[in-house]
């Protein structure tokens, strides 16, 4: 019964595939543990993508006032949450219908379906994050140079008051144009800034950027390195004096000697010197250049190291004699650090005959940069090398190595030098041998360059020795049957360093190991970052671009507030990818211009002339002259905003003397080196524009000043016309300036007007209509402020009756006289005549009731006369007024009519 059972089962089990079985495809017979082992596995994989109920959905427990709130909306919350159960999340990418198990395309399509969703998925949350990301790195950022600039400006505005009792210093020349405009209102908006003192760094620094700008202009080089470092110097702090040898480094690198910084009459280096070396990176001069500062940073550590140790030896009160040699000092600081207690420590060191170190010496001698010494220490010892037959053909290698023109051991003796390597030098550390020893084969041999350090703390004990270690193995020579490791240049030294970048709290001693490696960008921002060093790392970065070290962005580029930016990437010989950097020096430009202009405005200037040096720095790779032109653009907005805020104008832009001849500015005798090779293009691109930025936020009287430095003395009267005629159009007459100004427009176009008249060349240059239409609309004005004061009336119609505009009597010819005549006026004057015939009407008609109800000072005769001639003149003004009706309101025909009704 069973067996009849179990082979109904079996023929049923065969039936389940029929809808799949297709002719040619062969059966697959699968044992009972296959089938157990599948089934195991299939139940496995549903319970993880669909739980115990294989729905793939976990219940969750509805809130109380969740539930009480879709009740009352007519949900039934049971209901909801099973169906919200039932969903399977896991399935989603199900077919909707079933695929036979032999439909492979189906599968496949489904699959990459799935796949293309999957990715859309992913990259639109990766999108999404980057774009959080980005946006609160920005907001941050943006934040903090906000911050920045806040605390700045409140340090300009502080400590400004002048106390009681002290001396006032006289900042203008009282017979200048810009003096006699400063007496009415100051060329800055009137503001009278108080001036602060400048921090002693920056003032030592700006001193030396002012000589830079002078020999720029005069096509003469400058000492940039000795001049920096001096200036860095003056500030004897311990930071100061290490920042002193960051300047050493750097001259040693570009091929300066010991001793030749304060050498006089040295030579000094060129600007732009190493522009091309350092922009070309693939040519063989660049890769020497390279191989160089290799060299020269070596050669660097190698003096400190040696300098080091005779100050050990001087302290500790070493025995070394009156007249002292290298190996005495090698031998007497060997002494010191590894002799303890009758014994030398540690105890792996290999002695000679004469129980010293014989390879710990050779180390330190070579460590020193004495490697001739070492070498002829090395050949009077060649008796204890000799009793080693590993070691035997290490002086012929340390001569071979020495002699090297590239630094390199010629590959014969390398071949045999790394035999001995591996018979007897690799393993030492593993067998308790000399230490020294190893580190001298693997930097002479270039030895198993996957490992780019020794690790040993009696070798390489500080950074120094580290970064000296790495110098030692970094060669740009790189053979064609070197391996990816033996090909390690300085930029991939460079990239080995970048990744500790973080872990130095010392700012100082990081920027010091970039500079080392040739990252002289990445070096000026990491250090520009730390709040104690950002001037010094600005006029590092100023020294480098002079030096045509320093990449630099695109202008357009500057303003997204990165200090650090990657302008390129290529793929080094030993594989590695390399991230070209470019330092944002227009960033600490500006701030330093901006925390300047308001107490220093001549050393703010000579900040901006340093764009120029820029501007040279992207020529060669930029697309087209705009590109080129950005810079130079930036430093002219710099420039005309140190002019707005200057309290003596004369001195940055110069004057125009009376006899028309002009005197020369600050601005204008460093103009080439912002591009600006003619006084024309000056005028135009400094002088005027500045210009019409003062004329466009109101302020007057710089406007005026710098249109007439430009010469153009008829835009200075167009301008003066349009201000009074402002004025004169207001209900309520007021002389300030517009925008809260506090100049007398009236004043100062009356002393302007008066300054061109007495002055024939000025005044032939200016249109005859707008030198009367000036005079007119200066009267109009001193009649509107005469009003204010009742005693001043009558002065006031004599000052309305004197421009000659208006009839003084009913007399038809003169009325029609002076209406044809006043429509041809200019229609500045047109547009403020309306308010000052109803203010002349009112003024009669108050002087004639005055008069009215006066008993005494006129005789009965006299008073009839006088009111007579009141009432004469008040029908003159209505009349013209009436005549000119189209350019008159309505309204203020109303007016004057009233008045001229209640004088009876």
Same mark, same amino acid.
């Given at each position: 019964m069973?067996h009849?059972?179990?082979?109904?089962?079996?023929?049923?089990?065969?039936?389940l595939?029929?809808h799949?079985?297709?002719p040619?495809?062969?059966?697959?017979?699968?044992t009972?543990?296959?089938?157990?082992?599948?089934s195991?596995n299939?139940?496995k994989?549903a319970?993880?993508?669909?739980?115990?109920g294989?729905?793939?959905?976990?219940?969750?427990?509805?809130?109380?006032?969740?539930?009480?709130?879709l009740?009352?909306r007519?949900?039934?919350?049971d209901?909801?949450?099973?169906?919200l159960n039932?969903?399977?999340l896991?399935?989603a990418?199900?077919?909707?219908?079933?695929?036979n198990?032999?439909?492979?395309?189906?599968?496949?399509?489904?699959?990459?379906e799935?796949?293309v969703?999957?990715?859309v998925d992913?990259g639109?949350r990766?999108?999404?994050?980057?774009?959080?990301?980005?946006f609160?790195? @920005?907001?941050?950022?943006?934040w903090?140079?906000?911050k920045?600039?806040i605390?700045?400006?409140?340090?300009?505005?502080?400590?400004?008051?002048?106390p009681?009792g002290?001396?006032?210093?006289?900042?203008?020349?009282?017979?200048?144009?810009?003096?006699?405009?400063?007496?009415?209102g100051?060329?800055?908006?009137?503001?009278a800034?108080g001036r602060?003192?400048?921090?002693?760094k920056?003032r030592?620094?700006?001193?030396?950027?002012k000589?830079l700008?002078e020999?720029?202009?005069?096509?003469r080089?400058?000492?940039v390195?000795?001049?920096?470092?001096y200036a860095t110097?003056?500030?004897?702090?311990?930071?100061?004096?290490q920042?002193?040898?960051?300047?050493?480094?750097?001259?040693?690198?570009?091929?300066g000697k010991?001793?030749?910084?304060?050498?006089?009459?040295?030579?000094?280096?060129r600007e732009?010197?190493?522009?091309?070396?350092?922009?070309?990176?693939?040519t063989e001069?660049?890769k020497?250049f390279?191989?160089?500062?290799?060299?020269?940073?070596?050669?660097?550590l190698?003096?400190a190291?040696?300098?080091?140790i005779v100050?050990?030896?001087?302290?500790?009160?070493?025995?070394?004699?009156?007249?002292?040699?290298?190996?005495q000092?090698?031998?007497?600081?060997?002494?010191?650090?590894?002799?303890?207690?009758?014994?030398?420590v540690?105890e792996?060191?290999?002695l000679?005959?004469?129980?010293?170190?014989?390879?710990?010496?050779?180390?330190?001698l070579?460590?020193?940069?004495?490697k001739?010494?070492?070498l002829?220490y090395?050949?009077?010892?060649s008796?204890?090398?000799?009793?080693?037959?590993?070691?035997r053909g290490f002086?012929?290698?340390?001569?071979q190595?020495?002699?090297?023109?590239d630094?390199?051991?010629?590959?014969?003796?390398?071949?045999?030098?790394?035999?001995?390597?591996?018979a007897?030098?690799r393993?030492i550390a593993?067998?308790?041998?000399d230490?020294?020893?190893?580190?001298l084969f693997?930097?002479?041999?270039?030895?198993?360059?996957?490992?780019?350090?020794?690790q040993?703390?009696?070798v390489?004990?500080t950074t120094?020795?580290y970064?000296w270690v790495?110098?030692?193995?970094a060669?740009?020579?790189?053979?064609?049957?070197d391996t990816?490791?033996d090909?390690?240049?300085?930029?991939?030294?460079?990239?080995g360093?970048m990744?500790?970048?973080g872990n130095y709290?010392?700012p100082?001693a990081?920027?010091?190991?970039?500079?080392?490696?040739g990252?002289?960008?990445q @070096?000026?921002?990491?250090?520009?970052?730390?709040d104690?060093y950002?001037?010094?790392?600005?006029?590092?970065?100023?020294?480098?671009?002079?030096l045509?070290?320093?990449?630099v962005?695109?202008?357009?580029?500057?303003h &997204?507030?990165?200090i650090?930016? &990657?302008?390129?990437?290529?793929?080094?010989? &030993?594989?590695?990818?390399?991230?070209?950097?470019a330092?944002?020096?227009?960033?600490?430009?500006?701030?330093l211009? &901006?925390?300047?202009?308001?107490t220093?405005?001549?050393? @703010?200037?000579h900040?901006?002339?340093?764009f120029?040096?820029?501007?040279?720095?992207?020529?060669?790779?930029?697309?087209?002259?705009?590109?080129r032109?950005q810079?130079?653009q930036?430093?002219?907005?710099?420039?005309?905003?140190?002019?707005?805020?200057?309290?003596?104008?004369d001195?940055l832009?110069g004057?125009?003397?009376?006899?028309?001849?002009?005197t020369?500015?600050?601005?204008?005798?460093?103009?080439?080196?912002?591009?600006?090779?003619?006084?024309?293009?000056?005028?135009?691109?400094?002088?005027?524009q500045?210009?019409?930025?003062?004329?466009?936020?109101?302020?007057?009287?710089?406007?005026?000043?710098?249109?007439?430095?430009a010469?153009?003395?008829?835009?200075?009267?167009?301008?003066?016309?349009?201000?009074?005629a402002d004025r004169?159009?207001?209900p309520?007459?007021?002389?300030?300036?517009?925008?809260?100004?506090?100049?007398n427009?009236?004043?100062l176009a009356?002393?302007?007007?008066e300054?061109?008249?007495?002055n024939?060349?000025?005044?032939?240059?200016?249109?005859e209509?707008?030198?009367?239409?000036?005079?007119?609309?200066i009267?109009?004005?001193h009649?509107?402020?005469?009003l204010?004061?009742?005693s001043?009336y009558?002065?006031?119609?004599a000052?309305?009756?004197?421009?000659?505009l208006?009839?003084?009597?009913?007399?038809?010819?003169?009325?029609?006289?002076?209406?044809?005549?006043f429509?041809?006026v200019?229609s500045?004057?047109?547009?403020?005549?309306?308010?000052i015939?109803?203010?002349?009407m009112?003024?009669?008609?108050?002087e004639?009731?005055?008069?009215?109800?006066?008993t005494?000072?006129?005789?009965?005769?006299?008073r009839?006369?006088r009111?007579?001639?009141?009432?004469?003149r008040a029908?003159?003004?209505?009349?013209?007024?009436?005549?000119?009706?189209?350019?008159?309101?309505g309204?203020?025909l109303?007016?004057?009519?009233?008045s001229n009704?209640?004088?009876?």
């Amino acid at each position: 019964m069973a067996h009849t059972n179990f082979g109904k089962l079996l023929e049923q089990s065969k039936q389940l595939n029929n809808h799949v079985a297709l002719p040619g495809i062969p059966t697959l017979e699968r044992t009972i543990d296959q089938i157990d082992s599948r089934s195991k596995n299939l139940l496995k994989r549903a319970q993880r993508d669909g739980g115990a109920g294989g729905t793939g959905a976990t219940p969750v427990a509805v809130d109380t006032r969740t539930a009480f709130l879709l009740a009352n909306r007519g949900f039934d919350t049971d209901k909801v949450s099973n169906v919200l159960n039932q969903i399977n999340l896991a399935r989603a990418f199900e077919p909707l219908e079933g695929i036979n198990d032999t439909d492979i395309e189906k599968y496949l399509s489904n699959e990459h379906e799935n796949i293309v969703s999957l990715a859309v998925d992913e990259g639109k949350r990766q999108t999404t994050q980057s774009y959080e990301d980005a946006f609160e790195s @920005a907001m941050h950022r943006d934040w903090a140079t906000a911050k920045r600039r806040i605390f700045e400006e409140l340090g300009q505005h502080q400590a400004r008051s002048v106390p009681s009792g002290a001396p006032t210093i006289p900042t203008r020349d009282t017979g200048s144009f810009a003096s006699m405009l400063n007496a009415n209102g100051a060329a800055n908006d009137g503001d009278a800034r108080g001036r602060t003192s400048i921090d002693p760094k920056l003032r030592h620094y700006a001193t030396i950027v002012k000589q830079l700008n002078e020999s720029r202009r005069q096509k003469r080089d400058f000492d940039v390195i000795r001049n920096f470092l001096y200036a860095t110097a003056s500030t004897d702090t311990s930071a100061q004096r290490q920042l002193s040898s960051c300047w050493e480094l750097l001259f040693q690198m570009l091929g300066g000697k010991t001793g030749e910084l304060d050498q006089p009459g040295r030579l000094p280096l060129r600007e732009r010197q190493f522009f091309d070396l350092h922009r070309d990176t693939e040519t063989e001069d660049a890769k020497r250049f390279r191989q160089s500062m290799v060299e020269g940073a070596r050669s660097w550590l190698e003096e400190a190291h040696s300098s080091w140790i005779v100050n050990t030896v001087h302290k500790q009160h070493g025995q070394i004699g009156g007249m002292p040699t290298v190996h005495q000092y090698v031998e007497e600081f060997l002494r010191l650090r590894f002799f303890r207690n009758g014994r030398w420590v540690p105890e792996w060191l290999e002695l000679t005959d004469e129980q010293a170190p014989f390879w710990a010496h050779v180390y330190m001698l070579v460590r020193s940069g004495a490697k001739s010494e070492a070498l002829n220490y090395i050949q009077q010892h060649s008796a204890f090398l000799a009793q080693n037959q590993n070691v035997r053909g290490f002086e012929n290698y340390f001569r071979q190595w020495l002699n090297s023109p590239d630094g390199r051991l010629p590959k014969a003796h390398r071949d045999k030098l790394l035999a001995d390597w591996n018979a007897s030098v690799r393993n030492i550390a593993q067998q308790g041998g000399d230490m020294f020893k190893y580190a001298l084969f693997k930097l002479i041999g270039r030895c198993e360059m996957n490992v780019k350090t020794i690790q040993n703390v009696e070798v390489v004990r500080t950074t120094e020795d580290y970064l000296w270690v790495q110098l030692m193995l970094a060669q740009e020579n790189v053979y064609e049957g070197d391996t990816v490791h033996d090909r390690f240049t300085l930029r991939d030294m460079a990239n080995g360093m970048m990744r500790h970048a973080g872990n130095y709290r010392n700012p100082v001693a990081w920027f010091n190991i970039l500079l080392a490696c040739g990252e002289f960008e990445q @070096a000026v921002a990491d250090l520009f970052q730390s709040d104690a060093y950002a001037v010094d790392a600005a006029h590092f970065a100023i020294a480098l671009a002079y030096l045509g070290i320093l990449r630099v962005p695109d202008a357009s580029e500057t303003h &997204s507030g990165e200090i650090s930016i &990657s302008v390129g990437r290529s793929t080094l010989s &030993s594989g590695e990818p390399y991230d070209y950097r470019a330092f944002n020096l227009a960033h600490p430009l500006q701030d330093l211009v &901006s925390s300047l202009k308001s107490t220093d405005s001549v050393t @703010a200037l000579h900040y901006t002339y340093i764009f120029g040096l820029l501007s040279s720095q992207t020529s060669a790779t930029a697309p087209d002259d705009d590109v080129r032109e950005q810079y130079p653009q930036l430093a002219h907005h710099l420039i005309r905003d140190v002019i707005s805020a200057a309290e003596n104008t004369d001195a940055l832009i110069g004057s125009v003397g009376a006899d028309g001849t002009n005197t020369t500015g600050e601005v204008e005798k460093f103009r080439k080196l912002v591009h600006l090779p003619t006084r024309e293009a000056f005028v135009e691109h400094i002088i005027v524009q500045a210009a019409k930025e003062a004329d466009t936020r109101g302020a007057l009287s710089l406007a005026v000043n710098l249109y007439h430095v430009a010469r153009e003395f008829g835009r200075v009267i167009e301008i003066l016309n349009k201000q009074l005629a402002d004025r004169l159009r207001q209900p309520e007459f007021v002389t300030a300036g517009r925008l809260g100004g506090s100049e007398n427009v009236v004043e100062l176009a009356a002393q302007v007007l008066e300054h061109y008249l007495a002055n024939p060349l000025m005044s032939s240059r200016i249109d005859e209509v707008e030198r009367n239409t000036c005079g007119t609309l200066i009267s109009l004005a001193h009649f509107r402020e005469n009003l204010v004061h009742e005693s001043q009336y009558l002065q006031a119609l004599a000052i309305f009756y004197g421009t000659g505009l208006f009839p003084e009597s009913t007399d038809q010819a003169e009325i029609a006289a002076k209406v044809e005549a006043f429509k041809q006026v200019n229609s500045q004057i047109l547009h403020t005549v309306p308010p000052i015939l109803v203010e002349a009407m009112e003024v009669l008609q108050k002087e004639s009731n005055k008069l009215r109800k006066q008993t005494s000072g006129y005789d009965t005769v006299g008073r009839e006369q006088r009111l007579a001639q009141f009432k004469d003149r008040a029908n003159a003004l209505l009349q013209f007024a009436g005549a000119l009706m189209h350019r008159i309101p309505g309204d203020a025909l109303v007016k004057m009519n009233r008045s001229n009704t209640q004088m009876g």
